[in-house]
Nanobody
């Protein structure tokens, strides 16, 4: 069982920065693919970024590419999402998620159903 706890959300002006953290429990954290998703009011949960365990390769939604960076510190069992040049349309609840299946193919990285564990979410609000 894995528990995920997000932190670092808040209110920021457009153009500002935030860094989200996701602290994970469990000895097998280092073997999980980790993702960030976000959900705005009345909308579906959308993929933001993913980092794999093998090779540490990263994937991003087009809407955040070049502005957001996902990283992981295995020693601290933590995944980060550095968010720069924030826009009002980035406003959402941000969720951390863990994928326990090492066989997941890239085509599935973007789907919430791929992930086995979820955090409770942290609110990010970007004002114009």
């Amino acid at each position: 069982q894995v528990q995920l706890v997000e932190s670092g959300g808040g209110l920021v002006l457009a153009g500002g920065t935030l860094r989200l953290s996701c602290a994970a429990s469990g000895r097998t954290f280092s073997t999980y693919g980790m993702g960030w998703f976000r959900q705005a009011p009345g909308k579906e949960r959308d993929f933001v970024a993913r980092i794999n365990t093998i090779g540490g390769s990263t994937y991003y939604a087009d809407s955040v590419k070049g502005r957001f960076t996902i990283s992981r510190d295995t020693a601290k069992n933590t995944v980060y999402l550095q968010m720069n040049s924030l826009k009002p349309e980035d406003t959402a609840v941000y969720y951390c998620a863990a994928d326990a299946d090492l066989r997941t193919q890239p085509g599935a990285y973007y789907m919430p159903l791929t992930y086995d564990y979820w955090g409770q979410g942290t609110q990010v609000t970007v004002s114009s």
